[in-house]
């Protein structure tokens, strides 16, 4: 069962958050469930790919909820688009705090995953919030690193820079009352793919495909300041201890993410799983690599995010 939910952003009280919530079945309000948060990619929205693993994981017996992000999808906030990662990582516990004030979801039974950008924004969540107690990730992207670096991974970080004037100036721009510039977070033609997983990435956002009114696939270019110089791993080394599944395609472009946040968490319990033929995108919407995905994530979930009462039990 999912319904669409709205709430006020902890962090941010003028924003109210559009989220969609599910429920497994013969959900009982006077029980008490762990809850799995679902962070979408940069440039969607939950009715795309975060809402599928919301819904599919619910069916595995957790309270799960999709939402919108600040200044995107049907969430509040302005100017339209902004891709602000460090709101994006806060906009994580802003869920948080939200579930910890529902009855029936046991605070600590939390977990959080994301898809693309959205895990790499989970993961920096978990690495300052251990409410959340268990981490997944599908198709991890640390988008600093992305945009810094290229999507191989090809790029030295110094030749970004020339990304972090062009915000400025964006910037500058914004101020002086011109229209907003952006930038794409996907390709916005066919044409601009360099390659077949990101002409996949167009097809996702601008095709029947996924399209939806309310991700048009691109950000603001203001966002370029504040993308430029983060990492969504930041000082994972020293506070990202709690269990971790990485979920990844084996010929994804973007596997480099996965095995870097691996690489970096002080973790003592962490995994790859790797889908053998998946690209980058296949994890999005690709049913078979969605359902083996979901395969792994779920009793994953299951076994970290063991019930709180009787761990406490067996403690004492």
Same mark, same amino acid.
């Given at each position: 069962?999912?319904?669409?939910?709205?709430?006020?952003?902890?962090?941010?009280?003028?924003?109210?958050?559009?989220?969609?919530?599910?429920?497994?079945?013969?959900?009982?309000?006077?029980?008490?469930?762990?809850?799995?948060?679902?962070?979408?990619?940069?440039?969607?929205?939950?009715?795309?790919?975060?809402?599928?693993?919301?819904?599919?994981?619910?069916?595995?017996?957790?309270?799960?909820?999709?939402?919108?992000?600040?200044?995107?999808?049907?969430?509040?906030?302005?100017?339209?688009?902004?891709?602000?990662?460090?709101?994006?990582?806060?906009?994580?516990?802003?869920?948080?705090?939200?579930?910890?004030?529902?009855?029936?979801?046991?605070?600590?039974?939390?977990?959080?995953?994301?898809?693309?950008?959205?895990?790499?924004?989970?993961?920096?969540?978990?690495?300052?919030?251990?409410?959340?107690?268990?981490?997944?990730?599908?198709?991890?992207?640390?988008?600093?690193?992305?945009?810094?670096?290229?999507?191989?991974?090809?790029?030295?970080? $110094?030749?970004?820079?020339?990304?972090?004037?062009?915000? &400025?100036?964006?910037?500058? %721009?914004? #101020? +002086?009352?011109?229209? =907003? *510039?952006?930038?794409?977070?996907?390709?916005?033609?066919?044409?601009?793919?360099?390659?077949?997983?990101?002409?996949?990435?167009?097809?996702?956002?601008?095709?029947?495909?996924?399209?939806?009114?309310?991700?048009?696939?691109?950000?603001?270019?203001?966002?370029?300041?504040?993308?430029?110089?983060?990492?969504?791993?930041?000082?994972?080394?020293?506070?990202?201890?709690?269990?971790?599944?990485?979920? $990844?395609?084996?010929?994804?472009?973007?596997?480099?993410? &996965?095995?870097?946040?691996? %690489?970096? #968490? +002080?973790?003592?319990? =962490? *995994?790859?799983?790797?889908?053998?033929?998946?690209?980058?995108?296949?994890?999005?919407?690709?049913?078979?690599?969605?359902?083996?995905?979901?395969?792994?994530?779920?009793?994953?979930?299951?076994?970290?995010?063991?019930?709180?009462?009787?761990?406490?039990?067996?403690?004492?």
């Amino acid at each position: 069962m999912a319904r669409q939910i709205s709430f006020q952003n902890s962090n941010n009280p003028t924003i109210t958050m559009s989220a969609v919530i599910n429920v497994p079945e013969g959900f009982d309000e006077k029980r008490s469930y762990p809850a799995i948060i679902v962070s979408h990619p940069g440039g969607g929205v939950k009715e795309q790919t975060a809402g599928t693993y919301a819904a599919e994981l619910a069916k595995a017996g957790f309270v799960t909820i999709a939402y919108d992000a600040s200044y995107q999808g049907e969430s509040g906030g302005e100017p339209r688009q902004l891709e602000n990662p460090h709101i994006r990582t806060e906009d994580v516990s802003a869920v948080v705090d939200y579930l910890t004030t529902l009855p029936y979801v046991d605070n600590g039974r939390i977990g959080a995953m994301g898809i693309c950008a959205g895990a790499g924004y989970s993961a920096n969540a978990a690495l300052q919030d251990h409410r959340i107690k268990a981490l997944g990730t599908v198709s991890a992207v640390n988008i600093g690193s992305m945009f810094r670096n290229g999507w191989e991974n090809t790029v030295k970080d $110094a030749d970004a820079l020339p990304y972090i004037e062009a915000g &400025s100036n964006a910037r500058t %721009a914004d #101020a +002086a009352g011109a229209a =907003k *510039a952006r930038m794409p977070l996907a390709p916005e033609k066919e044409s601009d793919a360099p390659n077949e997983e990101l002409r996949q990435a167009w097809e996702y956002y601008h095709t029947p495909r996924a399209e939806c009114p309310t991700a048009p696939g691109f950000a603001t270019a203001r966002s370029l300041n504040q993308i430029i110089t983060y990492d969504a791993y930041h000082k994972a080394e020293a506070f990202l201890t709690q269990p971790i599944l990485a979920v $990844a395609g084996s010929v994804a472009g973007s596997k480099w993410m &996965s095995d870097d946040l691996l %690489a970096r #968490a +002080a973790s003592k319990d =962490k *995994a790859m799983y790797v889908v053998e033929g998946a690209n980058h995108m296949d994890l999005y919407d690709g049913k078979p690599f969605v359902a083996e995905a979901v395969s792994v994530l779920a009793p994953f979930f299951e076994s970290r995010l063991k019930d709180s009462a009787t761990t406490k039990q067996a403690a004492e």
